[in-house]
Every structure is written in C-alpha cells, then in structure tokens.
C-alpha cells in the first residue's frame, strides 16, 4: 500500500511500486488532468507538483510518492481558477489544449521561484513541448498571469 495526498486528500493505493505516478493518477484515482504525451519525461504533459516541485509523473514511481503531497491541475486552486489559467483563458493559449495542464503547472512553478521572468527564464523553464505551437500566446500569458500576481508592472 503507497500512501500519499493528493490534492489535499489522503490517496492509499495497492500498486506496484515501480508503476508511474502518471498512470495511479489517472487509472487507479480517475485524475485525469495529466495527460501522456511520451512516457518518457520529456513533453511535459503530465507535470504535477511533489512538495511544491514541478514533476514529470510520467518517470517517478509511484513509491517515490509516498509520505508526499501531489497537486495536480484539478487542485491547483479548487473552487476558483489560479492566476495561471485565468491568464490562460486571457490570452487564448490553447488549440488542442491537451498539453495546457503540464504547461500551467510548469508556469505556476516558475512565477512561484520567479516572479518577474523575462521571455528567455520563460523559454528555459517552461520546457514543455506543445504540437500546436502556442509559445507565443503561452509567454504572453505567463507574463498576464505574473501582473495578475503581482510580480510584474
């Protein structure tokens, strides 16, 4: 049994410990903001918080959750939208949407660490990988939700 919360609730699950923290979110918690793009870290798809980091649960087993917190999209601000996807809805970023909650979940960590990125801490940090090619929008809307917060003029 791996105990963890998630998204403010205790999560117990009867998992393989090498299972990915990506697929006990969605198959055994029914959690399905983070979605898989590659399975391999390296899109960004299925980023969520661990103790307030940004994670690619694709690569972390489920194990290495344990004793944790998880915050996935769907507890980034329950009950209201989070200054992140208030600017993302703004600024009009998604086409597809389906890499959007790894985004907003990278862009949330970075204006926490961050408060006033540039375009370039933007491009560094945020190294999601969207098909639509919405880079533009999602930088404006970064620097939206940065004002929003009050870390930018």
């Not at 403010?8 to 990915?20: F, Y």
């Not at 408060?115 to 930088?139: F, H, M, W």
Request: charged residues 15%; glycine residues 10%.
């Amino acid at each position: 049994m791996i105990s963890f919360t998630v998204n403010g609730q205790l999560a117990q699950v009867d998992v393989e410990a090498e299972k990915p923290l990506l697929w006990v979110l969605r198959e055994d918690l029914n959690i399905t903001g983070p979605k898989y793009g590659c399975g391999v870290a390296s899109c960004g798809a299925c980023t969520v918080h661990i103790d307030g980091a940004p994670v690619r649960s694709c690569s972390m087993a489920a194990s290495d959750a344990a004793g944790k917190t998880v915050i996935t999209i769907e507890g980034l601000a329950p009950g209201t939208l989070h200054a992140v996807q208030k600017a993302w809805i703004e600024e009009q970023v998604p086409q597809c949407g389906y890499c959007q909650p790894g985004f907003i979940m990278s862009a949330v960590a970075l204006l926490k660490a961050n408060p006033k990125p540039t375009d370039q801490d933007i491009d560094e940090v945020l190294s999601n990988i969207c098909r639509c090619g919405t880079y533009s929008a999602i930088r404006r809307a970064v620097h939206r939700a940065a004002a929003l917060l009050g870390g930018a003029p």
